[in-house]
């Protein structure tokens, strides 16, 4: 349960305290991950971990400087949550919202996005360019907090976003009801340009830093890269998201 890639974070979006936290699980607040002190085995704490588990909520163990990093208050207690800012929806929700367009699904998969203003505009170059919805995953992966919501300008508001817990399985669950799976890579077999993804797709984004993930990889059909003929090798992920989404919807017509 533990996350090394746990940073201060300055969202409004930050719940603190064991009472606060609790009350949020009460009251059935969307909650992206819960972070608790490590080694900690105090009651209280336990029943925090255990009902978000039953809420489906990630529970993540840190240390207690780093949720210190976190906390505006001072008085986190041993625990804070991260709202979501908004509720999630399933990949079923996506592509019914397809199905009541009468459109070819359009999805967009995200492989492994921590960075929240990455996150941000490719929520929002997707809603632009009439994607379907958007898939995220609850680990390794910033959730919908204020910041990702700040930075789609309001986009996150109206698209579809799932958050789910194994990628691979969703992908192949996409597979099953039709959609070719194309993912993007700066080693991508098919140039963009000269790839025909007028069909059901699912676009799939890799990371800042690596890229899509090996499992994830092997359930591509198709791996596409964007060409590059500057000195800088690559975009980065919401540039690369841009530039394939709207390629994408260019060739949709």
């Known amino acids: 349960m533990s996350d090394d ?3 201060p974070d300055t969202d409004e979006g930050i719940i603190e305290g064991r009472n606060a936290v609790t009350e949020a699980l009460r009251a059935g607040r969307p909650i992206d991950k819960i972070y608790i002190a490590k080694g900690d085995v105090d009651k ?7 009902k978000a588990r039953e809420a489906g909520v990630v529970v993540i163990e840190t240390d207690r400087r780093k949720l210190d990093n976190m906390c505006k208050t001072a008085a986190h207690q041993g625990v804070i949550a991260k709202a979501a800012a908004r509720e999630y929806c399933t990949p079923a929700d996506i592509l019914a919202v397809a199905k009541t367009r009468g459109e070819v699904p359009f999805v967009v998969a995200c492989d492994g996005i921590n960075d929240p203003q990455n996150m941000g505009a490719i929520i929002r170059s997707a809603e632009c360019a009439g994607v379907h919805g958007v898939i995220i995953t609850k680990r390794r992966s910033v959730g919908l907090t204020a910041a990702v ?3 789609s300008a309001g986009a996150v508001e109206h698209m579809a976003v799932a958050r789910v817990a194994s990628l691979p399985s969703t992908l192949n669950e996409l597979k099953s009801n039709g959609l070719w799976i194309f993912g993007t890579s700066v080693t991508g077999r098919h140039k963009l340009w000269k790839t025909d993804m007028k069909g059901p797709i699912c676009l ?3 990371s800042e830093g690596g890229g ?4 994830v990889t092997k359930c591509c059909d198709f791996s596409v890269r964007v060409p590059v003929t500057g000195k800088v090798a690559s975009l980065n992920a919401s540039a690369a998201a841009a530039v394939t989404i709207y390629e994408i919807m260019r060739q949709r017509g």
């Open 5 to 7: 890639s746990l940073k």
């Open 44 to 50: 209280t704490l336990w029943n925090i971990a255990l």
């Open 149 to 151: 919501g700040r930075a």
């Open 212 to 215: 899509m993930g090996r499992l």
């Open 204 to 206: 799939v984004i890799g």
